[in-house]
């Protein structure tokens, strides 16, 4: 993952900050205090208590690092106001199988399927990307299928 670009929209940018300081303003303390007592308890060698609370800590510990990663070497790209094509940050409407979705082109550290936010690397979001209304496309979805979706809207 060294040579990852990682891709961020502004509102992408603000929520790794916030939630970096949580971690480590909020989080980090109170796991801090949950293993000073458990400690207490004794023998650490048979102490689930401690044993979860330092687990715990070292997936925080990870997580502030991933995210301390990204937020220095990302590179925050900016909605266009005003354009006929999709970009990262667009909120694009498709017709796909008689139903219409939309989903939001984001880069890869902020992708989340189930907000409607999909990666610009996503087969789906790399096959919107500089396309139209009107544009016919098609895509590989996550099981395979291949997808023909119809840009209706796009917002920015």
Request: proline share 3%; aromatic share 4%; hydrophobic share 35%.
């Amino acid at each position: 993952m060294a040579d990852k670009e990682f891709i961020l929209t502004q509102e992408g940018k603000v929520k790794l900050e916030e939630e970096l300081h949580y971690l480590e303003t909020v989080k980090r303390p109170e796991i801090g205090e949950r293993i000073k007592i458990a400690r207490e308890f004794g023998d650490i060698s048979e102490n689930s208590e401690y044993d979860d609370a330092k687990n715990e800590q070292g997936m925080m510990e990870a997580r502030i690092a991933e995210i301390s990663r990204i937020l220095s070497e990302a590179t925050v790209v900016s909605v266009p106001k005003r354009s006929s094509k999709v970009s990262i940050g667009s909120t694009v409407t498709v017709e796909m199988e008689g139903q219409a979705r939309a989903f939001t082109i984001v880069g890869a550290a902020e992708s989340d399927a189930a907000t409607g936010k999909i990666s610009n690397e996503s087969p789906v979001g790399s096959a919107l990307l500089g396309k139209k209304k009107g544009d016919v496309v098609s895509a590989q979805g996550p099981t395979g299928k291949q997808i023909t979706m119809t840009v209706m809207k796009i917002e920015h």
